[in-house]
């Protein structure tokens, strides 16, 4: 059984950084793609960023330079560091994974295993 646990989310100004986290279990076994995604009131969910099982990493043009997502298999844990954070990032995100061998599929949909989410506000 695959559970996803986020941690990390707060309260900071513009400019300032977070640090996500995501403890995953039950991925020890074959190839996957993990995410972060966020979801504002009002809004669609949207991809921030992917790693696949190769650890190349993507990112939406909103976080490019700012975000950096990245994993370690030895702990199993799914990272995104923040930095420059603006107004327009405050949202909820998740962690998301879904199996997939050297890609990441697109769309949430695509994603079965999902966090609960960790709130992240940027004051300006």
């Known amino acids: 059984q695959v559970q996803l646990v986020e941690s990390g989310g707060g309260s900071v100004q513009a400019g300032g950084s977070l640090r996500l986290s995501c403890a995953a279990s039950g991925l020890w076994y074959g190839r996957y793609c993990m995410a972060w995604f966020r979801q504002a009131p009002g809004k669609e969910r949207e991809k921030v960023a992917a790693i696949d099982s190769d650890g190349i990493t993507r990112y939406t043009d909103s976080v490019k330079g700012r975000f950096t997502i990245s994993k370690d298999n030895a702990k199993n844990t799914l990272s995104l560091q923040m930095n420059d954070l603006k107004p327009e990032d405050t949202a909820m995100y998740y962690c998301?994974?879904?199996?997939?061998?050297?890609?990441?599929?697109?769309?949430?949909?695509?994603?079965?295993?999902w966090g609960q989410g960790t709130q992240v506000t940027v004051s300006s």
């Open positions: 998301a994974a879904a199996f997939a061998a050297g890609w990441c599929p697109n769309g949430p949909n695509d994603f079965p295993f």
